[in-house]
């Protein structure tokens, strides 16, 4: 049998609730496989190989577009607990019963909510460059967010140099290497998202991050073994949101790497993949 | 040759800055040696083997009582700064050149220090449980550590279940298990200090937390690669310290452990073990 990597594995389809969800799964079988949500206008060719096939390894891992997102059917909904509930379908469809979830920022938001909503089908959750309802700057784009998402970039691609790396040459450099890897991948790509989708997740993003009473109450509803993962420089989520995330839930570890921005998983993908297996491999996540 | 471990290692002593210290050094010998620095009225003996042993495994392991402390002669000094200096006496009087460094607590500002006037000597850092000059609730003892200190306990030992430990019951059962394993050690045990030691100890963290301009401006100039590790909801040194110190420090990882109190690598040493083995392995700390 041939094992399937990040740049190999088909795309594949599945139909449910009304939707016909494109996806990849591919690595080592056995135990919980590891779910990946993807963050505002993202598809899954904007994984990073490094931390999908690092993980792989030891686990499998299936990538997807929710509903509306590239190649999968329907429509993006305004709000988190429908993507969550398309996330949930799309799983069981897939036929599992139980999987470890890890969301990216937006993506963050739909695990959160798929915890809360199906306790049972999430063993683990890992939440990477996120925050909680109502958190830190999360009412709306940030400032940071507004200038680097409106700026105009020579090469497209150029763009997640400023969301997700921060302005030091390090970063900068690390941010040039993810941006090769995430394109090694030249066959059966997905195509980028539709003039559609930004601004249904925009809606759903301004809803979630509304100011509201108690609004980090439902964090104590998620008593999943949790990892809160980001840099401590993330100006897209504010990184004080992860602070946020440890405190107020019940189960959770917080993991912040230096001189980081928002895809600080992508520029330590090796520290992130040996940070990740240690926690979804743990026998107790307690001790 | 016999391999020591934290039950076996023989005290040594060695002289330094008018100082006779003692300590103890196993584990496998070749790269830089990991040296610990202690908390509050702590001697060798208030580490915890799961977490010596541990690391022992890969590197060697120093541990000493600072000057003043046990069965070291000379005085507690009133200053941070004079116990870094007497801890840099003493690594150069074992003949090291370079050292990692692990401190908690009050042994966390001791690595500050050390890190800061002796930038050749000081490889890596580890703060455990620590905080900066002026941190939050640092002026004092904060209002849990005084009724904690200045309760009694039918077993003196328990105290350290309350500094140490949340509490739940899990955390208590943790903290249970690190009393039996650090009393493991029957033979050429440190005796506990003595009453000279708490109150020149309170002097210096009182310097040390006293409110002052730019308090954190300091933490710029600490370049090492660092870990700053702590439990979630540390009442003794407040877990926001520890965020504070991975913001301002140019290189620091933050790992924050759940429903854990001030010695979160004593509730979850094998998961500490594996955070700081992994931290200390890495061959470039950036990347």
Redesign the interface.
Known sequence: MTQHTHQTAPTQFVDAAGVRFAYRRFGKTGGAPLVFNMHFTGTMDHWDPAVTDGLAHDREVILFDNAGISRSSGEVPGAIEQMAANAAAFIRAVGLTQVDVLGFSLGGLVAQELALAEPQLVRRLILVGTGPRSGEGMASLTPEAQRIFGARYDEPDHLWLKVFFTSSE?SQA?GRAYLQRFRLRVEDRDPEVSDQVAPAQLEALARWGAPRENPFEYLKSIVQPTLVVNG?ADVIVY?VNS?IL??Q???????????ANHGSQYQ?P??FV??VS?FLS?KDA??
């Not at 839930?249 to 001189?259: E, F, G, T």
């Open positions: 390090v690390a401590g990184s602070w440890q405190q839930l019940p189960n959770a570890q917080l993991i912040l790497y230096p001189d330590y090796e520290r040996r940070h240690l743990e307690r001790g």
